[in-house]
């Protein structure tokens, strides 16, 4: 059974940091594409990051770039996504994404994804 299993979220105040985990379960991770998506109250989905397995790329959102910090450990099958100076505005669901790698790098867009967790929820607040 395929499975991604958030977790790490948490309450944290403006500033500091969180680790988010995701466990991949039921298919390796070595040939897939691997994101994270969040989604606020009362906003739309949207793409935080995501790296590829064919050659390493990596994206962020512009409102994360330089805070956030996607990783993946194959031989764990794990999916990481290390947050510090945490706002605000970072509140939300998040949830890892796992596609196939056609080699074509990775999207932060949803629909390219062929799994994907039920998220783990992050509330920035003093």
């Known amino acids: 059974q395929v499975q991604l299993v958030e977790s790490g979220g948490g309450l944290v105040q403006p500033g500091g940091s969180l680790r988010l985990s995701c466990a991949a379960s039921g298919f390796t991770l070595d040939y897939y594409a691997i994101g994270w998506f969040r989604q606020a109250p009362g906003k739309e989905r949207e793409g935080v990051s995501c790296?590829?397995?064919?050659?390493?790329?990596?994206y962020y959102a512009d409102s994360v770039k330089g805070r956030f910090t996607i990783s993946r450990d194959n031989n764990k099958n794990m999916v990481y996504l290390q947050m510090s100076s945490l706002k605000p505005e970072d509140t939300a669901v998040y949830t890892c994404v796992a596609g196939v790698d056609y080699g074509l790098g990775c999207t932060l867009y949803f629909g390219k994804y062929n799994y994907w967790g039920q998220g783990t929820r992050v509330t920035v607040s003093s």
């Open positions: 790296t590829s397995s064919s050659d390493g790329e990596t």
